[in-house]
């Protein structure tokens, strides 16, 4: 019993970390042409690692109290018919991903957007209405340094101003968010619905607490405030009220950014390979930026391609539109399908033609604004 416990939870744990493994792989692989030597330490970005994981454990810490998801639900009660409560969700996710990141903004919003949809009688919705808040998540977190992992990651590394960076970020972002409604007021109608009222009451004390440390948090990430002193007050202010918190925040994440770290460091020291991605890079640093989150994600596109360009402000662009097209594209993406094939079994064939049906649309439709 012992045995298959522990088969169980090892299949399950490599399912869910698919991308921390590859990352791992990739490491290994080209550590045989570059030999760990001193340099290696030069890799980490250990600013980025630290306001990631920061941001992430005060999230854990709000969504253990419930923070978002009664916010939440308080909005979508509000809406009275399918259309709307449908807009809702994906507003909440889109809005959401900004302030909290992609991957938590999915893990907070889908399970809301289920409870809607099933306690309705809205059922038919549900496989647009992932996709729609799958799309949200990774492209409302475009328009904030903390809104997606890779955002975090150039911002810091190549010492983006802010403004700067709201900049170059804030036209797709608002085609992205007209486009959203476009479709949402298209293809779900304005059928009535009711939502149960659930009366849930938040914890005064420790919800003040966790938005001061989220605070303090978006400020490290702002440079407000050295990150060193966030890595100190969070994990000692959540040992005393949340330890929980501390153990549910998204260590393969980490590791898959030390692990792409490791892995980019040495391509960037092998010259042929240099010499190819320099060249492709040079060419258009968008559009192959775009094409290789479609096979490799954005995250460690972000992070390889970092390595051969200082055309931050092309990269930035490319990796968070290439964030929709493929399954693989985000890293959040697997989240999302993972979530509605646990609620949908044997329904992931018709959820992947629809999640390649708008996620190609909407990769078209801002390839052809930006090129523009």
């Known amino acids: 019993m012992t045995r298959n416990f522990v088969i169980r939870n090892a299949s399950s744990f490599l399912r869910k970390n698919v991308v921390m493994l590859v990352a791992l792989a990739a490491a290994l692989i080209t550590m045989l042409f570059v030999p760990p030597d001193r ?44 259309r709307m ?8 996710t889109f809005i959401g991903s900004m302030l909290i990141a992609n991957d938590m903004a999915l893990l907070t919003f889908l399970p809301l957007g ?23 998540a990774n492209l409302g977190g475009m328009l904030t340094p903390f809104g997606n992992p890779q955002n975090l990651y150039l911002y810091t590394k190549f010492e983006i101003p802010t403004l700067e960076f709201m900049g170059i970020m804030v036209l797709p972002f608002a085609v992205s968010v007209v486009l959203i409604t476009v479709f949402c007021m298209i293809f779900v109608k304005p059928e009535p619905l009711e939502v149960a009222d659930e009366q849930v009451k938040l914890p005064v004390g420790r919800t003040v607490v966790y938005l001061a440390l989220f605070a303090l948090a978006i400020a490290i990430v702002f440079r407000g405030i050295p990150y060193g002193v966030g890595l100190v007050v969070i994990p000692a202010a959540l040992l005393i009220m949340d330890r929980k918190a501390l153990k549910m925040v998204d260590y393969p994440l980490l590791l898959t950014f030390v692990f792409f770290f490791v892995f980019a460091g040495n391509m960037a020291r092998i ?5 190819i991605f320099s060249g492709l890079l040079e060419k258009s640093t968008l559009l192959f930026s775009i094409l290789s989150c479609q096979f490799i994600s954005n995250v460690p596109s972000a992070i390889l391609l970092s390595q051969f360009t200082e055309n931050y402000r092309e990269l930035l662009l490319g990796v968070n539109i290439g964030g929709v097209g493929t399954l693989i594209a985000s890293l959040a993406s697997l ?9 949908n079994p044997g329904k992931s064939g018709y959820y992947i033609k629809t999640f390649s049906l708008f996620n190609l649309a909407f990769l078209i439709i801002l390839v052809l604004f930006v090129i523009w």
């Open 335 to 343: 989240i999302t399908f993972r979530e509605y094939t646990a609620h």
């Open 114 to 136: 289920y409870l809607v949809l099933t306690s309705t009688g809205k059922q038919k919705y549900m496989a647009f209405t992932f996709v729609m808040q799958n799309i949200a």
């Open 39 to 82: 340099e290696y330490w030069g890799y980490f970005d250990v600013k980025t690692l630290t306001c990631l994981f920061c941001v992430l454990a005060v999230v854990c810490a709000l969504k253990n109290i419930r923070f978002f998801y009664i916010l939440a639900k308080k909005i979508v009660r509000s809406f009275r018919n399918a």
């Open 271 to 275: 010259q042929f390979v240099r010499d």
């Open 85 to 92: 409560s449908v807009l809702a969700l994906v507003y909440i």
